[in-house]
């Protein structure tokens, strides 16, 4: 398809596991970014990569949130240790790289810790 | 620190009728872009309009349009002759003008229900 699509679409953990959910953005968008959207809020930034590297990390709440972007396409976020309080939605976007550019919206990761 | 106030937790409009949802922000910025996205039930952030500080006129998308005040820091967001299928969660959001950090910062939301 031509959006961007994230997978899982719903996970389900136990507190202390590790898991990681995967964005594909739209091709050809150099910008990539991951935000967090607890029940009844708007969504929250995590971090943004522009191309490989993350051109701005200071959305990740702590050292237990990792996230890569190898090729400059696939994006993987990373939770370490999950904890009950790490449950919501986790909202991938895409862009074209231009700062006056929309960012595009996957459907979203539901993670659930237990 | 740039924030987004939406103040409408909850808005009810009939069938064909106009409707207004509000949204102030507060940023000591000069250039910043102002954005309104939809979420129905399904999740999905969709978007919707887009408005950026320089434009001097009111964006305009279809049956969307944006309301910039920008001496009030409103930016509310007009959905004429709404439709049952307009019902969901609508967000505003801003995007700073720096290069580096181009991060949304999104409002709490307010949800629109669409009555026959």
């Known amino acids: 398809g031509a959006g961007v699509s994230q997978t899982p679409s719903n996970k389900v953990t136990e507190k202390g596991k590790y898991v990681e959910l995967r964005c594909d953005p739209i091709?050809?968008?150099?910008?990539l970014y991951w935000y967090r959207q607890s029940l009844g809020q708007g969504p929250e930034f995590l971090i943004y990569?522009?191309?490989?590297?993350?051109?701005?990390d200071s959305g990740l709440p702590n050292d237990r949130f990792f996230a890569v972007r190898p090729e400059g396409s696939v994006s993987t976020l990373k939770i370490q240790r999950t904890e009950r309080g790490d449950s919501a939605v986790y909202l991938c976007?895409?862009?074209?790289?231009?700062?006056?550019?929309?960012?595009?919206f996957g459907p979203g990761t539901r993670l659930t810790v237990l | 620190a740039q924030k987004i106030t939406q103040t409408q937790p909850g808005m009810f409009v009939q069938e064909k009728e106009a409707v207004t949802l509000d949204c102030t922000y507060d940023?000591?910025?000069?250039?910043?872009?102002l954005f309104w996205y939809k979420q129905p039930s399904s999740g999905e952030m969709i978007f919707l309009i887009y408005q950026g500080s320089y434009d001097e006129q009111n964006a305009t998308e279809g049956r969307y349009s944006l309301n910039f005040q920008k001496a009030r820091k409103s930016a509310n967001l007009v959905i004429s002759a709404s439709q049952l299928g307009d019902s969901a969660m609508y967000f505003c959001?801003?995007?700073?003008?720096?290069?580096?950090?181009?991060?949304?910062?999104f409002g709490t939301g307010t949800r629109l229900q669409v009555f026959p």
């Open positions: 940023t000591s910025d000069q250039s910043y872009g």
């Open positions: 959001a801003m995007r700073e003008g720096t290069r580096s950090t181009d991060k949304l910062i």
């Open positions: 976007a895409s862009s074209s790289g231009l700062i006056t550019d929309t960012q595009y």
């Open positions: 990569f522009q191309g490989t590297g993350a051109a701005d």
């Open positions: 091709s050809g968008h150099t910008a």
